[in-house]
């Protein structure tokens, strides 16, 4: 069953977001103010993603609860390392990414709290754990 994220508005990121070097097309985002920084990295299946454990997932979406605000960050390719965002609402939140297959289909999903601050972490924080996707029917 195709899902879909609330967004109001979306545009091309520029200096905001620094991602490790990876195909696909670069993250997109709500529009978001704040002093916030957010280093985040992932798992699929309890390892680290490479193309292989990303197999069936055509990108992640991220989305970050934190306060009133709702920030969507896609799309996202699954094989990179971690991610940096800044200028996101900072305080305690809840982050959840979501992998979707070829056809905007949701295949897994991870949630973590965390607390952004402004300052930039020394490692990603947090890990979010996806299971092994699973083809949607």
């Known amino acids: ?25 670069p993250p997109q985002q ?3 103010q704040g002093p916030g920084i957010l280093l985040v990295d992932w798992t699929i299946g309890g390892a680290a993603p490479t ?22 960050i896609h799309p996202i390719p699954c094989a990179l390392t971690r991610l940096r965002y800044d200028h996101l609402p900072d305080g305690p939140g809840t982050l959840t ?25 020394a490692a990603p924080s947090p890990t979010v754990a996806l299971p092994i996707p699973r083809p949607c029917h």
């Open 1 to 25: 069953m195709p899902r879909a994220l609330p967004l109001l508005m979306t545009l091309a990121l520029g200096a905001a977001c620094t991602i490790d070097p990876g195909p696909g097309p």
């Open 30 to 32: 709500q529009v978001a």
């Open 51 to 72: 193309a292989a454990a990303c197999s069936g997932v055509d990108h992640l979406d991220l989305e970050l609860v934190a306060g009133l605000e709702d920030v969507v």
């Open 97 to 121: 990414i979501h992998a979707i297959d070829a056809s905007d289909c949701e295949v897994a999903s991870g949630s973590a709290d965390l607390v952004i601050g402004d300052t930039l972490p």
